[in-house]
């Protein structure tokens, strides 16, 4: 039933939505490619649900166009596309029982009763649910309720699967290896997924390609490597993980590279296609290492807090040269640093990225 | 792309069964009857045992059918305006909604039966005549120790303060026939004096006319002013109840009859009219527990009505306090002169 | 597209003129009344139908909304420019075109993106709209219109400025110590009692239902509703008989306790009681879904939040009823607004606009001008109310039931709570079943309270059961009436409750220009009274082009929309209740919003359906002033006869046709609730343990 991939799976163009004097989602363009999940990231009020409820046919755009298997849906109702979704909430019926639920949007369509609920049985035992068919909703853990939804939402074989923030009602726990159940059910189904969340590291972790939207725009669009490595601007830079973000000055770019000025030190980084003034540098929080003793780097610092976490240990280190405090992650538990103590503190520089002193649009 | 217009389509069937109105076939004739429920089905079958004719009858009070003809003038429904107090009779002929015709059968009516065809040009005719009077309940006077009333003048003794019940004529054609009733017996000033001392007595005015006859059966009150027959009725269930025709006089209402205007069984509407004025028909109200005097001399007179020798009535001017102008004035005079005064 | 072969077919196929006649009718399709019998006019009415089918087939949207558009317009025109005589009523061929004018309009809209691309939910807001705008809007625009007018039929501003200021409606003599105040003022301090009691106590009972173990909560239901199913007057009537100067209970207190005996029933005392007696019941049921609807675990939050029974209750679960506290508040004082029977019973010498319009209009003084003007008095009480109740509920959210199974218990009473309920509870009971008690043995005796010799003569009249040559027929005057009623009562039930509630969801779930206004439009047959009701729909609907005086349809379509509101009322209510997402999560699993709202919705509100259902059901049975300017001989009414009868002091008679058809309704009642059965959200019943197994909880 899917076309070869002439067309990406879903498209965007320009598209916004307000309701009345307020854009929740300015002119974007996206393509989404067929089997792959893509995650919407961003802060709340972003944006990012919006976008999803507008592939689902929830909400219409008010301006723009939208494309799935190069079909225009801008005007199709939600029950016309062939998209599913789970919900924040789940959006269980609470008055069917898991096996109804399950086959609801078989019958929907047209399906003999029986066929659905063979259908529906068998997704209900990829999920891990066998056996608690006759159940209602509310007689479920938070997380088989979850998987209900899921379950509710694949049978259908949509085009298009999409989550809306699937994690946030579950604890921690679960919460990753439901993140995994969900990444193994795609990459196994070779299902087109949106994924809208809000918490990073479920990004990294499940996704193709991570969307990061704010105020109604896209700020940055690439795999989980690119934003991590390459964050476009301080906001991705400190939204993707963590990112010391150090001011430091562009003296000259030379081909890829850039050289700067940290504090007192001079060294070459790549430019990013940065101009020389004034610029930051994301540093992240282990590529800092710091170790007792006088070794000759160029910075010193002070530890100011210290936390320790099991595996790691986490430390505020204040570099006096630089004038700024660095959040460090030390591998290295069994040599704990006290607080007070005067550090070596040196950057692999491999593991920073220069973003533009200020994000401007 | 072809969703169920459920709603839509449910409404269309279901309208499919209801929709068929009475047959409008020759040989059924529509009646707005404005007696009392018993009277009117037993003339409607009498009616059709007469004649073959199917009479489709709709009760409703004399208001009502009035308010009814006036919203249908443009199509009119009904064929037969039958029974009801005379003055809206008097205005449908004024407002034409009713129209002319002579019965052969108009030669047989006692002379108000008569006059009520003549002042209306003949666009209604007396079908029976209904005395005003009041009613006392034997059993609570004897409680209260006091004497009988026999006169509109025994109504304003102190001892019936808070025990006498009226309609209120603004609502009521009852109680709007008492008020012209007193009006004519005393001239208007002295009647005005009297409903203000009589408001002295007055528990309350309710807005139905007959509402006074079953305050006194079940002893609410102790006398209510209403028409004799009405009181007679409630007194077949409730002993206790004493009817009065006063002794100073008395107004009337007389029932009437028309043919309502744009009629669509002209012919039958004209034989139920015929009818209706016959011995034969007017004998049914007796039977049926409605005892005002009928209109043709021939109709024995029920035995259970009141007896018309012995009631005064006064010489009731229904061109005068028919019209409505008179009316307007004499209610609003009412309204802040008596039972707003206080 | 089945639509556009219903529109081609409208015009070749189905009789256009003539609905009144069914279809076996003499009038031919439109096409052929315009080739040869002269009606060429009809002709106009082509071109939407030629646009719709090439739009339709280009699935061109604009030019597809054009056509259905225009069909409506174009029809319109020509129903009423050529009105009169040249041309009969309209017929099934007109009805069909406008329907499928209609929903082609809708499709033309649905495909340019209006109400997020859904057909159906265009279709139906259009539907809604059209048929409130023609079956309320229009009849009470030809009512209202009147009050301009003289006596002679000319526009009069003076004349209503001096109607509308009339001492009669606004006078405040009763606090300067007249006999009587303005019936204005007089029907706003009712409204107001009543509404706000009707709503506590209907409160009272709902908790007891929901939150307690009472050990008889059926028969508090059944004693509840009892009221409702009774004819308005009958109450009254049957108050007179306990409390009335010679009622049985004033008897008693002055024989044995020599407490004078005293007229305190006529009046406002009296009537307060009536009327509670009456509504009460409606806030129980609109109070009883929105508490049942309440999310235990908000409760049990509270309570995990140090807060005890008491303000859990006052801070959790009365701020979450609030839009049935409304709701149930705004129906009670609407009710009490429009009440007929009862002012007329019990009121003496305590005036209220809606008796004063009914004796306006009927009354010796014959203004219909007069009543005109105290009705739009009465509306603009109802609109203030309205506008009011929608400023309290204001724009929370009350969403209780959200898509993640809920598996709490609702908490348990405050005790002081608990004791004021039943203190509440208890004494209504008594007072509810010596009154039905009254009715019941009413019909068997000769003149309760003064012959009580038993008696079969009432029964036998209005039921009797012959037995002729031909076998058994129906010998009671009452047969008759007693089928018209029931078929009629039977139709309008599943109408009223279903528009009811597909206005609710539209008015909830939808947003489209002029909600607000079309909000208040379907309260205004409820809030005026059914005497305006029904003169309203003579003039309008006795003549061309719409023409349905004399057919049983104008009275089902009357009880529809004049009953429709408390179905709307309780369904808003409910849906405030329920997460959004479980419709949105029905859409995206394909299911069009006809089968989500079926499927989802429906289920979920059931105690709404049951609530539109039954309302829709009893009044049609017991409604008076509406309809009987609309019975015709053929259609006459079981109220219509016992109004009849009662007026003549046929008391016996009209008390056992009361009894008869409250035993009736219960048994009908008895099957609805079998029918669409209890709510299944699996929220555990109060008191029961957990159900650990699946199989059981299947039960």
Known sequence: MTLPSDHPRVQFRTVGKSYGEVAAVRNISLDIAAGTLVTLLGPSGCGKTSTLRLIAGLEHPTSGRILIDGQDVTHLSAAERDVSMVFQSYALFPHMNVLENTAYGLLASGMKRREAEESAVAKLKAVGLAGFERRLPSELSGGQQQRVAVARAIVLEPKVLLFDEPLSNLDAKLRRQVRDDIRALQQNLGLTVVYVTHDQDEALAVSDRIVVMQGGFIVQDGTPRDLYERPANRFIADFIGNANLIPVQVMACDGDLATITLGTVRMQVPHRGLSPGPALMAIRPHAVRVAAGKTGVPFRGRVCKAAYLGGHIEYVVAIETVGAEVFVIDGNVHAPLAVGEVVDVSILVADTALVPASDEK | MGFRFTLGLATVLSGLGMSAPAARAEGTVVVYCGVNEAWCRAAAKGFEEKTGIHVDMTRQSAGEIYARLRAEKDNPRGDIWFGGTGDPHLQAADDKVTEPYQSPALGQLRDWAQNQATRSGNRTVGLYLGALGFGYNAKELAEHKITAPACWADLLKPAFKGEVQMADPNASGTAWTMLATIVQLMGEDKAFAYLQALNKNIDQYPSAGAAPAMAVGRGETIVGVTFQHDLIDVAKTYKEVRVVSPCEGTGYEIGSMSVIAGTRHPVEARKFYDWALTPEAQAIAGKNGSFQIPSNVGTPVPPEAPDISKVKLINYDFAKYGSSAERKRLLTRWSTDVKNAR | ?699
């Open chain 3, 1 to 699: 597209m089945p639509w556009v072969i219903g529109f081609w077919a409208s015009l070749v196929v189905v009789p256009w003129y003539g609905l009144e006649a069914g279809l076996s009718s003499q009038s031919w399709p439109a096409a052929a009344e315009a080739a040869w019998h002269g009606r060429s006019w009809l002709l106009v009415l082509l071109p939407p139908v030629l646009l719709a089918s090439l739009a339709g087939g280009l699935r061109w949207p604009r030019l597809m909304a054009l056509a259905g558009v225009s069909g409506l317009l174009l029809l319109a025109l020509e129903a009423w420019l050529i009105a009169g005589k040249s041309q009969p009523p309209l017929g099934w061929g007109a009805l069909v075109y406008a329907s499928c004018a209609l929903v082609v309009a809708a499709y033309g809209l649905a495909w340019q993106g209006w109400c997020r691309g859904d057909v159906f939910i265009v279709a139906a807001i259009g539907a809604v709209c059209a048929s409130t705008l023609v079956f309320v809007g229009y009849p009470v625009s030809c009512v209202l219109i009147s009050a301009f007018r003289d006596n002679a039929g000319h526009l009069d501003f003076g004349l209503f400025a001096a109607k509308i200021t009339d001492r009669s409606i606004w006078g405040l003599d009763c606090l300067t110590g007249g006999r009587n105040c303005g019936v204005a003022w007089n029907s706003l301090a009712l409204a107001c009692i009543v509404g706000v009691l009707s709503t506590l106590i209907g409160l009272a009972f709902a908790l007891i239902a929901a939150r307690t173990h009472f050990p008889a909560k059926r028969l508090l239901r059944l004693m509840s509703i009892l009221p409702v199913i009774t004819p308005p007057f009958v109450i009254g009537m049957s108050l007179i008989l306990l409390f009335g100067r010679s009622g049985m209970v004033t008897a008693w207190l002055n024989h044995w306790l020599d407490i004078p005996r005293s007229r305190w029933i006529y009046g406002m005392t009296g009537l307060t009681l009536a009327q509670l007696l009456a509504f009460t019941p409606i806030a129980f049921l609109v109070l009883l879904g929105v508490l049942q609807g309440v999310s235990p675990s908000m409760e049990e939050a509270s309570q995990t939040l140090r807060s005890g029974r008491w303000r859990t209750f006052t801070k959790v679960t009365w701020p979450l009823i609030r839009p049935g506290l409304a709701n149930a508040f705004l129906i009670g004082f609407i009710e009490s607004l429009a009440d007929f029977g009862n002012p007329v019973m019990i009121g003496g010498n305590f005036r209220v606009l809606s008796t004063a319009v009914y004796f306006a209009v009927v009354g010796a003084a014959q203004d219909q001008g007069g009543a005109a003007v105290l009705s739009i008095v009465l509306l603009a009480f109802s609109l203030t109310a309205f506008v009011l109740q929608r400023a309290w509920v204001g724009r929370r959210s009350y969403v209780t039931v959200s898509g993640k199974g809920d598996s709490g218990q609702p908490g348990a009473l405050p005790r002081s709570l608990h004791v004021v309920c039943l203190g509440v509870v208890l004494p209504w009971i008594v007072l509810t079943a010596s009154i039905y008690g009254i009715i019941l043995v009413g019909g068997f005796v000769k003149a309760i309270g003064s012959d009580n010799t038993p008696t079969w003569e009432y029964f036998l009249t209005a039921f009797a059961i012959g037995h002729g040559d031909h076998g058994f027929f129906l010998a009671g005057s009452a047969w008759n009436s007693l089928f018209t009623t029931l078929k009629v009562a039977l139709i309008a039930m599943p109408l009223t409750a279903g528009l009811g509630i597909l206005t609710a969801y539209l008015l909830s779930r939808q947003r489209f220009a002029g909600r607000g206004v079309f909000e208040f439009l379907t309260m205004l047959s409820f809030a005026i009274p059914g005497t305006v009701i029904g003169i309203s729909y003579i003039l309008a609907f006795n003549t061309a082009p719409i023409e349905l005086t004399g057919t049983g349809l104008i009275m089902v379509i009357a009880f529809v929309f004049r009953n429709m509101p408390v179905g709307i009322r309780a369904g808003i209510a409910n849906l405030s209740q329920v997460d959004k997402s479980l419709d949105e999560a029905s859409l995206t699993l394909g299911a069009r919003s006809a089968a989500t709202l079926r499927r989802v919705i429906l289920p979920i509100l059931r105690p709404a359906v049951v609530t539109a259902m039954v309302y829709a059901f009893v009044r049609a049975i017991t409604s008076v002033s509406a309809v009987i300017f609309l019975v015709s001989g053929e259609y006459n009414l079981a109220t219509v006869y016992i109004v009849g009868r009662a007026e003549f002091g046929e008391y016996g008679l009209a008390i056992v046709y009361s009894a008869v058809l409250i035993v009736i309704i219960v048994s009908a009642l008895l099957a609805i609730q079998l029918l669409v059965g209890e709510r299944r959200i699996g929220r555990r019943e109060i008191a029961q343990k957990r159900v650990p197994t699946p199989e059981l909880a299947q039960a």
